[in-house]
């Protein structure tokens, strides 16, 4: 078995444990899957340039499990499927809700000049996770932030191919395994998947 087969094994028993009433499991099941949201959180936080230059991802993927945290003491979830969808949801509501917070007419990025990139001669000690977000190109902001907007709007089959495979990036195949279709299924759902959010966009969806 490999590991991110064990992986969602593990993910399986706590759910199970928390369904069951364990309210430790909670807690458990945010700290066996930290890395990943992390990482969800990181990738998300790229297309939103706008928010990357005011909010570290330690922070906003804090803020993103405590709403996690706190939705799973009213919602019991059916699998690592479902707990997975909700975790890329909860990141995605947290990322657009700073988005309309920076961006809004009063906010701190309309509001503030943004300095141009150091030479390379500047000494400068930034976070891996953060490297390469800064940008002031407003047609690039606007698309991602759109592009997010029309992922949540998508049909359900449609938007658990974007919350699978694109948020959490996991292959093909887990996602097969996780879902129950086939791997030919799954090409074919993210394909189209990825049709309707271009028609959607009218093809000014940026390049996935």
């Known amino acids: 078995m490999s590991d991110e087969s064990t992986g ?37 936080k790229e297309s939103y340039p706008g928010v990357g230059r005011w909010e570290q ?9 405590l709403k996690l945290y706190e939705a799973l003491h009213d919602v019991e979830l059916n699998d690592a499927r ?19 917070h920076y961006s809004g007419p009063m906010g701190a990025g309309a509001n503030h000049a943004t300095m141009p990139a150091r030479s390379p001669n500047e000494s400068f000690a930034a976070s891996p996770l953060d490297a390469g977000e800064m940008t002031n190109n407003p047609r690039k ?7 997010h907007r029309v992922i949540e709007s998508l049909p ?15 292959s093909q195949e887990e996602a097969a395994r ?9 090409k074919r759902r993210w394909r189209e998947a990825k049709i309707q959010l271009a028609e959607k966009m009218g093809n000014d969806a940026p390049g996935l």
């Open 178 to 186: 996780l879902i129950g279709l086939s791997v030919r299924q799954v």
């Open 8 to 44: 969602t094994v593990r993910l399986e028993e706590c759910i199970h444990r928390l369904n069951a009433g364990d309210s430790l499991a909670r807690g458990e099941l945010l700290n066996m899957t930290c890395d990943r949201l992390l990482r969800l959180t990181h990738r998300i």
């Open 156 to 170: 359900e089959e449609s938007k658990e191919m974007f919350d699978l495979l694109w948020y959490h990036e996991l």
């Open 82 to 100: 479902h707990y997975f969808r909700l975790a890329a949801k909860k990141i995605r509501e947290t990322l657009l809700d700073l988005a309309r």
């Open 57 to 65: 991802t330690e922070d906003i993927c804090q803020n993103a499990s």
């Open 141 to 147: 902001i606007a698309e991602w932030t759109e592009m």
